[in-house]
């Protein structure tokens, strides 16, 4: 099977900039749900990069499931739970009591987004290279 972590982190990246985009276009539940999903990819593709596979869209849950050599610390994972938070509801309009999802999500919500998974993909990006390293 062909090493593809790069390509997801590459990805990964590449949705971090879009959710911050979205973020400046005031289209807040995109960057919210785009924010998730750059995290959940930059998460998979540690995963890749030390060759296991990861199914699943729960980053808090992909975190807690590396190996221990590459798992951050608590506060990552609760960062991630955040994230996870924005997966459903910035899509659907059954994810809330009433309102379509935009009416739900502002710009604190999408900073924070954007903050926790500018973190992760840090993270991940500090741990391959690591692997890359040696």
């Known amino acids: 099977m062909p090493q593809r972590s790069k390509d ?3 990805q990964a990246r590449k ?14 539940e995109w960057a919210c749900f785009i924010a998730q999903q ?8 540690l995963h890749l990069s030390k060759g296991q596979q990861a199914w699943g869209h729960t980053v808090a849950k992909l975190i807690e499931e590396l190996p221990a050599d590459v ?15 924005f997966y459903v509801p910035t899509r659907y309009p059954n994810g809330h009591p009433e ?5 739900h999500f502002g710009p604190l919500q999408s900073e924070e987004a ?3 998974a500018s973190e992760i993909v840090e993270f991940v990006s500090d741990k391959m290279a690591r692997e890359e390293g040696s």
Do not use: C, M, T
């Open 8 to 10: 997801w982190f590459v």
């Open 15 to 28: 949705d971090l900039e879009q959710a911050k985009s979205s973020r400046e276009s005031e289209h807040h």
């Open 38 to 45: 750059s995290s959940e990819k930059a998460v998979k593709a």
């Open 71 to 85: 798992r951050p610390e608590q506060e990552i994972i609760e960062k991630a739970k955040v994230l996870d938070s």
């Open 99 to 103: 309102g379509a999802p935009f009416e």
């Open 114 to 116: 954007i903050d926790y």
